[in-house]
């Protein structure tokens, strides 16, 4: 009796099966094009994003550019008091230069700088008149940077 109920019903399994399998066939291709069109999507979205990625890059060189330039034909006006350092990173920030300290790292007398109309590079050698025996300052402006070196 078995083996009459399973020919049946191997029949009817395979009927219901082979009735589902246009439907899926038909269902993967509209899932496939609505892939596609949101795979496609995506990507102009991040090539958008790229583009202005590269625009905001560009921008900030630009910027970087001119800060570096004004270094040679800027004036400045300074009152301060206080440690070298801040000063010096200070103007390594305005001027888009790094600022490296080279060497065993010790406290540096206070400084007085108050100047009218004087370039940068005076102000930067006023520092380094003023922290004499213990530091050197050196501004490379191949490298862009302004370092201070302990002694």
Known sequence: MSKKLAIP???LTTLILSGCA???LKNTSETSDFADRMIADKVAIAANAQRDYTALLNNDKAVLGRK???LGSDYVDIDYIGVPQELLQ???YRYGYRYIE???RRTLKNINIKVKNMSPQEVLR???YQIDKGADVTLDQKQKTI???YK
Do not use: M, W
Request: proline share 5%; no cysteine; glycine share 10%.
């Open 9 to 11: 019903l191997s029949l």
């Open 22 to 24: 246009p439907a899926v």
């Open 68 to 70: 570096q330039a004004s």
């Open 90 to 92: 200070t103007f390594a």
């Open 102 to 104: 080279i060497g065993k």
């Open 126 to 128: 006023n520092i380094g």
């Open 147 to 149: 370092r201070l070196s």
